[in-house]
Each structure stands twice: as structure tokens, then as C-alpha cells.
Nanobody
Framework: QVRLVESGGGSVQTGASLRLSCTAS????????ISWFRQAPGKEREFVAAFWRGRTTYYADSVKGRFSMSRGSARNTVYLQMDSLKPDDTAIYYCAGDSGVILSSVRGHKNYDDWGQGTQVTVSS
């Protein structure tokens, strides 16, 4: 079982930046996909960004151009750099991982077996 731990959330004002981290420990493989989802109160969990099989990044339209994923020098850590934050970005952000996610399914949260505990991001106007 892979363990995922997020960090880096916080409370900021509109236009600020935050960087979230997700560190995986356990039996991961080189083609393990790590993605970010978020869930606001009363809303469905939604896709934010994915680092598919450690090769290619994908983003939701709502964050494209503002958020970016990258991998740390320790290959078991990925980052989500969030710039130009808006109040609509307020949510609990979850790191999710799976070794069997195919490209066409990367945006579906039900396709991931491994989840972190979540980190709160609050953006005030």
C-alpha cells in the first residue's frame, strides 16, 4: 500500500501563491500516476492536475495557466505550484495515486486507489 502525504496548504488572499507537496512512500513504480483533486464544501471532488506515469502533465481548464505540477529531485515527491489564486480555488486539496490509471481515465477520482489526508487551501477576497 502506498502512503501519500500532502503539505503546504494555508490561507492566502486573492492573487497570492501556494505550493503543495505530495510525498509517496511504499511500493511505487516508475509509471505511478500522481494527481491532485480538490473538494469544496457541498461540491463534488474535482480533478485539478495530473502527472501521468511520471511523464506528462494535465490540468483542468479552471487552473490551466495558473497551476503547474513538477517533480522534486527525490522522485517520490511532486509539487503543485498554485499562482494567481482565486476564492473559487478554496477547497481541501487531495493527492491521489495509482499505478493503473490510463490516460483517458486520469481525471476520474474513482480510478485512484491511494489517497492522502488532504490539505486545506483558503483564498479570501
Amino acid at each position: 500500500q502506498v502512503r501519500l502525504v500532502e503539505s503546504g496548504g494555508g490561507s492566502v488572499q486573492t492573487g497570492a501563491s501556494l505550493r503543495l507537496s505530495c510525498t509517496a512512500s511504499g511500493p511505487t513504480v516508475s509509471y505511478y500516476t500522481i494527481s491532485w483533486f480538490r473538494q469544496a464544501p457541498g461540491k463534488e471532488r474535482e480533478f485539478v492536475a495530473a502527472f501521468w506515469r511520471g511523464r506528462t502533465t494535465y490540468y483542468a481548464d479552471s487552473v490551466k495557466g495558473r497551476f503547474s505540477m513538477s517533480r522534486g529531485s527525490a522522485r517520490n515527491t511532486v509539487y503543485l505550484q498554485m499562482d494567481s489564486l482565486k476564492p473559487d480555488d478554496t477547497a481541501i486539496y487531495y493527492c491521489a495515486g495509482d499505478s493503473g490509471v490510463i490516460l483517458s481515465s486520469v481525471r476520474g477520482h474513482k480510478n485512484y486507489d491511494d489517497w492522502g489526508q488532504g490539505t486545506q487551501v483558503t483564498v479570501s477576497s
